[in-house]
């Protein structure tokens, strides 16, 4: 899709601050929650509010380097907050754009600026079916063979970064075309939440490759601190979704009677912890994986904040049902929706892995010696 960006919509410029991006996404807020159940009703791509996004700065200055780490959280926070389909789409978006930038040659950069100029949309795929895609040698140069699964905006967004194994049985970044709707199939995506993220196949075969689409070097994709430390930007996303549920939760209490409950006072509260705890790692973890000097250390605290945001996540779901009580799975209630994107957008893989990952650095490190992990 490419995002009209003059129409005279507000915050229309690519050069505004972070702070004032920041502040028309806080203005547009109730807007972007007021379609979201539409959305979820028909399975449709939130292309109105993918376009508010742009209109607002939101898709160029945080696909580059023109905000802080806590700038972007904010920012990654706040779109999830508004809706957590949209959040994965900007966070794909924001993800792929930096890989370009950080991989691409000095022509692919230009040309990446020139696409978000446009209002271009990018995502990352990585997932596939067996038995995946690969490079193809074909007479006049190579192109792509197989389909990605798991590939969210496929057909609705304009780019997207995947990963394809090479003839030495490498993985090589490739940037894809992705707007082909004929390519698509969200026939699959039969899940009850993040509905609108149209996560379904896209079948790459025949796309061709050459200087201007392959990315990097072979094995790029996988390089370290870079692949496990950016996963900060997903629990940034989700923990936009945990404090959407406590806010609905919040709103139920403050309008009720149930709020003069001291029982239900109490779980509120341990809600609020679970979700201020959460926010405290991602914010650590932002900074570390940030830092022009990130290193294991700020992969393992990102690994446990994934963790981290996942447990608030459950304990946040549940106080609010028990809250709320059986009004909390009316479709029509908000929180419903809340609840049900969040718990499916909080299954990222292998976390049991990356617990473990985390937990032997932390072994490693002697916390007595000022090691920076600790």
Known sequence: MKVDLNNGAPFASLTCGADRV???????????????????????????????????????????????????????????????SLGRIFEGHVNAARLIGLYGNDAQR????????????????????????????IADGAMLWGTKSYAT????????????TAACGGRQMVIADASDAARADTSAWRTRGMKASLSGTYDLTGLPIDRETRLGRIGDYLNEPVFSAGAWRFTAVQLGGVERVLLL??????SSHAGEDVLLRARFAEAVVAARSAYLWVREAA???????????AIAVVLLTR???????????????????????????????AARDLALYLRQPVPDKARD?????????DCWTGDSLW
């Open 22 to 84: 920041l502040r028309g996404l806080r203005a547009h807020m109730s807007e972007i929650q007021s379609r979201a159940l539409a959305l979820d009703r028909s399975e449709s791509f939130p292309h109105e509010d993918v376009a508010l996004l742009g209109r607002l700065g939101a898709l160029s200055l945080f696909a580059g380097e023109g905000a802080s780490p806590e700038e972007l959280l904010e920012a990654l926070r706040l779109v999830g907050r508004a809706n957590l």
């Open 357 to 365: 990952r985390a937990a032997k650095a932390f072994l490693a490190a």
């Open 287 to 297: 900074v570390r994986a940030e830092s022009p000097t990130a290193g294991a250390e």
């Open 307 to 337: 963790g981290v945001v996942e447990n608030a996540g459950h304990e946040v779901m549940e106080a609010a049902a028990r809250c709320v009580g059986t009004r909390a799975f009316f479709t029509d209630n908000p929180l419903d929706l």
């Open 110 to 137: 230009r040309v990446l600026a020139s696409r978000l100029h446009e209002g271009r949309v990018f995502g990352v795929w990585n997932t596939q079916p067996s038995p995946g895609v690969s490079i193809v040698e």
């Open 249 to 254: 939760m919040r709103d139920h209490l403050a």
């Open 153 to 164: 905006g496929a057909g609705n967004i304009d780019f997207a970064v995947v990963t394809a």
